[in-house]
């Protein structure tokens, strides 16, 4: 098997990336995977118009990883300020799930992160109801901060909650170098 090949999106990746994303988290193809968002919500993961703002900020970068040329996964860094940092949208194919991908886009998210933005901490949300996915980030190294984030359920770029008590758990990471 190939090694994965890491590089930051550009504009001409938007038509590939944004019906990548929302396979990852929504609908039938999502239930392939087991970190899907299907039985939580409908609608899109996110739109094209997003995803370019996204690419084009410059407190952003989406890294994408690919395997033999295939798009396999991606992860977007934010850059908050404060030496903080968020990591969010991470995304692998629902097939490919289990393979190490996410975790390896974990790491070149974090070393983004600190390159970039000069991060010394990254902090990222999980809907509170994902416990399964809230635990492996956990195994990631990632720890709840004891901090809620309300869902935003009245904006269908979001997505369209199929329940109303959706919420975001904060967890975060220390990205200094350990000793």
Known sequence: MSEFVFRTATQDDVASLQPFVHAAYRGDSARKGWTHEADLLDGQRIDGLALSAM??????????????????????????????????????DPERQGGGIGRR?????????????????????????????IAWYARCGYQPTGETRPFPATDPRFGLPRRDDLAFVVLARDLTPQA
């Open 55 to 92: 690419i084009d900020a410059p407190d952003h970068v989406v890294l994408i990883a690919e395997q033999q040329g295939e798009l396999v996964g991606c992860v977007q860094v934010n850059g908050k300020g404060n030496s903080l940092a968020y990591l969010g949208m991470l995304s692998v």
């Open 105 to 133: 886009l974990i790491t070149a998210a974090e070393a983004e992160a600190r390159s970039t933005f000069k991060a010394t901490r990254m902090e990222m949300t999980v809907i509170v109801q994902r416990t399964e996915l």
